[in-house]
């Protein structure tokens, strides 16, 4: 899995807004009765694609916790290059001694992993750490999950295009929400679960922004909250934009 390179760096993050500005400046001419869906589009490919130019992408290393060593598999990896380049008895043998040892020694950092766990386990029931000791059960019972995005249409078929799903959930809200006709209701008998209140600010938004948690894994979308932060004044007014015509 690939991910942008966020960097603090005062240049690189210059280059990245001044990319961005220059793409946002291209959809000041759209109409502004532009679809929500179209509009939050054009917003996540801008940010995604100066990103991308600007800051990079690198790949993600999903090492296990007690993998922190690559020499065994180094050792491993040459002696399997010995072996094809040279298959004789005793380069098969030093294959096989140095897989042997290779698997000996992380089935053993395993091991010690786990009973390292286990013991920081009991330290927290002893000292009534209960959320850490409830977090660290659920981590041994569920272990890495996937994340799914699938939802069922009227004919019970599951839909995972992304598209698609937002396209069901608004039918789904539009019926849930709209039990009488637009011509059979008023203005005035709209009753909410709280009262209406007015369109958020340019400010608002800025503040909601900032307040946005760094260094967290995003959602679907896969936009960082650091990407949003970083495009200054330029992606903030967009977004307000979008929030305001909903």
């Given amino acids: 899995m690939k991910t942008y390179l966020v960097t603090n760096k005062l240049e690189v993050r210059k280059q990245y807004q001044i990319e961005i500005t220059n793409r946002f400046a291209a959809l000041e001419n759209l109409s502004d009765d532009e679809d929500i869906y179209r509009a939050w589009e054009n917003i996540k490919e801008n940010i995604k694609t100066s990103a991308k130019e600007s800051l990079g992408l690198h790949e993600m290393k999903q090492h296990e916790p007690w993998f922190n060593e690559e020499s065994f598999l180094d050792q491993r990896k040459q002696a399997k290059m010995q072996w094809i380049q040279d298959p004789s008895q005793s380069n098969v043998d030093n294959l096989n001694h140095v897989r042997h040892d290779a ?29 850490s000791l409830y977090r660290g059960i659920n981590d041994f019972k569920k272990g890495y999950q996937s994340r799914t995005y699938i939802v069922k249409d009227k004919k019970v078929d599951l839909i995972a295009d992304s598209h698609s799903i937002l396209a069901r959930w608004g039918k789904y809200f539009s019926q849930l929400l709209n039990v009488h006709g637009i011509n059979d209701i008023r203005q005035t008998e709209i009753h909410t679960a709280e009262p209406l209140v007015p369109k958020p600010s340019a400010s608002e938004v800025e503040l909601a922004i900032e307040k946005l948690k760094s260094h967290k894994s995003p959602a679907i979308d896969q936009i960082p909250a650091e990407l949003i932060k970083a495009g200054a004044r330029t992606t903030r007014c967009k977004i307000h934009k979008l929030i305001i015509s909903i």
């Fill in 103 to 131: 698997s000996r020694h992380f089935r053993n950092k395993k091991n010690d992993h786990l009973k390292a766990k286990i013991e920081e386990l009991e330290t927290n029931s002893k000292i009534k750490n209960i959320r």
